[in-house]
């Protein structure tokens, strides 16, 4: 491809005009938009295009395109490629967001180790990817890692964390020849400023309790302190290890996965019935209410469902855990939907990769998306109250430090 990198717009001007340009006006913002991009790059080289100088620093080495959304349309730049270095007019577009180019970086990496497939292919030309070398994907790679693992380790100085939730995505990964599942451990805070913050992920080979033991501590030796309340499923690793790790922290266990458990243990007509009965405890104003609606619920499920019954005591301490804290919080701290929600964004990401080709390029993916969301949530509006924060932490002053819940007794991973 070859532009006119010098411009005489009247001359140009008369030429479209006589040819009835249908697309005048865009072709006008292209032309100047390259006229400028190529005395920029002319700049950078020390010369001009074709000139012969003692002060030429750069050559040229022809052009790449790149589609520029105008109010004119979509218009098909060609931005100038040096020889050493690289030009790129920031003055004029945005560069791909962090976790497109770890897609990209991902889909590439998988194409070029020869473990791609036609859904692959498809991807790529979607992505408007094509003839990627293995030194592109490198450099891409190796820019995407270091600004990952900056946010992985960076320290967490923003405590204390009242409020701490826990969860895991189960992910394809190829290894020795063969597809097997790894498990991305995520950690999500609220911070001292009342915002939500990401404190890290790690990738293990299986949820249990050794995977969930080293992640915890490698947040704790970054900073985390002053939690309170942890909220999780009621997966038995996970829950000892927050037991070993955040002693004095309370645990909430989340009532959406706790009900789905409850409802196996009823019959499929009766389960409507049980799980409207069962909401009805976290629809009371106080926390003496929540317990006293606890029991009742019990008392009712007794005569027909006598196994519910015994489920739901058994569960009391961990399903009511946040009744401890004030009114203002219970909505965003008796479940584990807001790190749901998170986890769905993760997956629309993840499921057009399918299989990655290794470890690194899922926390180079999965890295990527949560320092986005993490930077939304700097910028967005409070997750939590400052006075909120406030009753919370007088609330830990005034009853000391808060129990840990004993285990439960039956536990569904």
């Known amino acids: 491809m070859a ?37 920029e790059a002319d700049s950078l080289c020390g010369a001009a295009y074709g000139e012969r100088s003692d002060q030429r620093a750069n050559r040229r080495n022809g052009y790449r395109t790149r589609g520029w959304d105008t109010r004119a349309g979509t218009v098909e730049l060609a931005i100038p490629k040096l020889r050493s270095g690289t030009y790129f007019p920031d003055w004029l577009l945005q560069r791909r967001r962090r ?90 805070a609220v911070n001292a400023d009342g915002r939500r913050e990401i404190l890290g992920l790690e990738v293990s080979s299986a949820e249990d309790g050794a995977g969930w033991l080293g992640f915890l501590r490698g947040l704790v030796a970054r900073g985390l302190s002053g939690v309170q309340l942890v909220v999780s499923d009621a997966h038995r690793g996970l829950v000892e290890a927050v037991g070993a790790v955040l002693a004095g922290a309370a645990w909430q266990r ?17 389960q409507p019935w049980v799980a409207t009965l069962v909401r009805t405890i976290f629809d009371q104003p106080t926390a003496e209410a929540v ?8 008392d009712a499920l007794e005569a027909k ?17 946040f009744a401890a804290f004030p009114r203002e919080v219970w909505k965003q701290v008796w479940s584990n939907n807001p790190q749901e929600r998170l986890n769905k964004e993760i997956r629309r990401r993840t499921d057009v990769v399918g299989i990655f080709p290794d470890r690194s390029s899922v926390v180079r993916l999965v890295g990527a998306v949560l320092a986005e969301q993490t930077d939304e949530w700097t910028e967005a509006r409070r997750y939590m109250g400052l006075d909120v924060l406030a009753k919370v932490r007088l609330r830990l002053i005034a009853s000391d430090t808060p129990g840990q819940n004993p285990l439960p007794q039956t536990l569904t991973a």
């Open 3 to 39: 532009v006119n990198n010098s411009v005489d717009p009247m001359a140009w001007l008369a030429e479209r005009i006589q040819t009835s340009d249908p697309d005048l006006l865009r072709s006008m913002v292209k032309t100047m938009a390259e006229a400028l991009m190529s005395a």
């Open 99 to 188: 976790a497109e180019q770890a897609l990209i970086s991902v889909v590439a990496t998988s194409y070029l180790l020869g473990v791609s497939t036609r859904r692959v292919d498809k991807l790529i030309e979607q992505l408007g990817v094509q003839h990627i070398s293995k030194s592109q994907v490198s450099e891409m790679a190796k820019m995407l890692d270091g600004q990952v693992e900056a946010f992985r380790t960076r320290p967490l100085d923003g405590g204390p964390y009242a409020f701490l939730w826990l969860d895991a995505l189960t992910q394809k990964v190829r290894e020795d020849g063969r597809t097997v599942n790894v498990h991305v451990l995520v950690a999500t």
């Open 254 to 270: 989340c009532r959406t996965h706790y009900l789905r458990n409850l409802l196996t243990t009823v019959p499929k007509s009766a």
């Open 291 to 298: 317990r006293t609606q606890h029991t009742w619920v019990i």
């Open 305 to 321: 469902y006598p196994a519910a019954a015994t489920h739901l005591e058994a569960a009391r301490e961990d399903l009511l855990a």
